[in-house]
Every structure is written in C-alpha cells, then in structure tokens.
C-alpha cells in the first residue's frame, strides 16, 4: 500500500465549482503519435494509451490507497471490470473524464475529483503566491442561494458592484445571457449531494461574474422592493492576494478580514486555509487578546491545509485539545491543538454554513465537542476526508482521499458536518434590512456568556 505523509495531506473542497465552470470548455487536445525520425526514434503515446494509463492509475491508486479495505461495501474490482471497457469506447478527453467521474463516484464519498489539464491553473490565473490576482477581474459580492434564489450576501467596500449601487438583499436574476434560476434548476434536479449542489449553485453565480479586468457583465437583479433593474458593470482588479502553491495544490486567491465589532467583539473571517494566511490570523488572534469575545467567520470556507487546524485551537485554548483522528487504512494521526504563550481566553463563536468544509469542520467541530466555541449558522457540508492530489498521464488532475476522519467521542464528519448549537439562516428581509443575522445571533451568544460569566 502506498503510503502518505501527512505533510502533503490536504483536507480541501476547494475546486467543486471550479469544475464545474471548465467542463464546458474543451480540453487541451492530448498529445498524438509522432512519427520517426532521422534524428528522434522515440514515439509519444498516442491519447487512447494515456487514457489507459491514466484509468489504471485512478483504479490501482484507490484500490491501494482507500482508507475504508471495503470501500464501503462497492466491489471495487466489479467496478473495474464495468468501466475498463469503455475507456477505448471513449472519442474525446472530456468524455473520458465524464467516465473518470462516474466512475469515482461510485463510491460516493467527498475528495474524489478529475480536473481537467488547466484546471488548477485557471484557479490561480498564472499568478505567483503574494501576488494579487491582477489577471483576473473583480465583481465584488458573495451569494447564497436563498429561497432557490440568487441572494446578494456580501458586497466588497469601493468594488464595481458597490460603485453601482448593488445592495446585500438584492437578487441576481440574469448574468449576461445566462438565466440565473434555469442554471439553479438544472444543478437542483441532478443527483449531486446538498454540499455540491449548493456549492456548484454559488459557483456558477461568480463564475458568470467573472472574467478579465475591464470586462464588461450586463447584470438583471431585483432590488428592495422586488422592481427588476438591469445595469451593466465593468470589472476592476482582482485584489486578493495569491498564497504559493503547494505540490499540486495550486496557487489560490485569498481573502482575510480582521476588525472589532461593536461592545469590543472580535471579529476575523478567511476564505481558505493556506500557510500564507497563518502569520495574519496568528497576528489577529494575538491582537485581540483584550477583547470581550471572538467571532471566527468559516461561512464558504471549503478547507485547505488540515495542519492549520491545530495551530489555530492552540491560540485559543490553555490546555491540550484533540480535534479528532485522520485514519488510513494501516496508521492514524492524531490532531492535537497544543496550547501556544498566552491563547485567547474569552468566549469563542464559531460562523459555518453549508459551504464550509473539510479543515473548517474538522476545527469547528472539534472545538465544540470540546466545550471551548459554540458554533453559529447552518450545518455544514459534510465532506472533510483528508485527500491529495496527483497529476495523470493525460495532463489531468486527480484528487482522492486517503483517510477518514472521526472525532474524539467518535462521530464521522463525513456526510454528517457540523450540526450548530444555534441554527441560524440568511433571510431575504435580514439581508436587505442590512443585517447579517448569522453575525448577529453570533455576536448575541457573547454577549449573553460575558454577562452571564459576569455574575459569576
């Protein structure tokens, strides 16, 4: 069995609604035989050889690999013999890949995923990490799809949709040419998962709100009072910072936020778990330390680097806290936070919705098994299998898991999630009164434990 240290073990969802916006597009044609020559001998393999390759090497490492010896009661080996067959009946990459797909999901279990060549780099758009993502353009609002409708949840300060007057609460009808709540209809009515559901929903929403700097999108939306306005926007810059690759993890944009709410509340909320953002979170943590209570914002926050989940727990616990146990099929690993000089000691809520994921769980959840945070929002997606990812013959992008993961009294994140102390859901009228209610049930829960603690 092929073994995995764990430093390259990733604990990410990152890439669901990035497959999503490339398959549609073709793939780069594979390479095609070369014929000799007086100077070269070597023949390239032809694509139908990559594929095979390609489909053995999906197969083998899985069968080789899976934490789970059953593979959760599928005949893995009845699945070969189902599949390999129509490797050769395959005419293009992206059928292949559709097959590739089908073939990994049969197991279904989250972290199993086929990008096609230039996926990944599509993620980081050529740039370096520390860079800003100056090749990518900037729309400047976050979505969630309430009430299957396309709600503005966030808009960023000074952006192209901020500039135009674009307000949380209002909803995203029409992008361009693309009818919003057709392409909702259409991921509703597929056998995804809620997580994948809900997360290619909101990425088909950005994505049709991306594209190069200077771009123009020709935005339909319905504002406060449900009247239907159509403007077009141009796209600034993207400001995120870029992290650095890691392995075939590619390089990510990446947000961060630190700020003190109202009554000296902490607030500090990062879209990924990347080593790029650990000296910021760190710092922040560290400069809250006078604060009445901390709000950590996890809410569309897919994963990334499970190692991270540790250094965050010890800044805010005094002693050792086990976050759960990463099993593969032969060893395990223990998470541990260890306690860091001087964590934050005052009241810890932690923000998730159905788009938190992986490393986001694995913290939150461990925390609260803990008695450490309370967790506020919705329930979480359920898909936090500790993965990596290799790169196939066909230029392709394999991601698949290589353990389970469980917490100290045994409960298995995968298919589960976090379940919130305090179930809280964005409402339309919230929104546009601007409110964040999740935020506000949040910021309640510390309140109410200071001054209960107050009167102790």
Known sequence: MKKFPFAIALLLCSFAPLHAQTNASPAPQSPTASAPSASRTEVKPDAAQLRRES????????????FDPTFGGVDWNKVRADYAPRVAAVKTDNEFYALLRRMIEELKLSHFAIYPPG????????????ETQKKRGQFGVDVRIVDNQAVITRVVPQSAAARGGLRRGYVITKINDTVVSQMLERIAKSDLTPYYKAAYSVGGVLGSLSGAPGAKVRLTYLDEADRERAAEFTLDPSTDEMSEAFGNFPSVPTQFEARRLENNIGYIRFNIWVASLVPKIRNAVRGMADARG???DLRGNPGGLGIMSMGLGGLLTSKPVSLGTMTQRTSHFNFIANPQPNPFAGPVVILVDGLSASTSEIFALGLQEAGRAEVVGEQSAGAALPSVISKLPTGASFQFAIADFKTPKGVRVEGRGVVPDHKVQHTRRALLADRDSQLDAAVERINIRTRADAQK
């Open 119 to 130: 996926a990944m780099d599509g993620a980081s758009g050529g740039s370096k990490g520390g």
């Open 294 to 296: 901390l709000v950590i």
């Open 55 to 66: 489909f053995e090497i999906v197969w083998r490492t899985i069968n080789e690999s899976h």
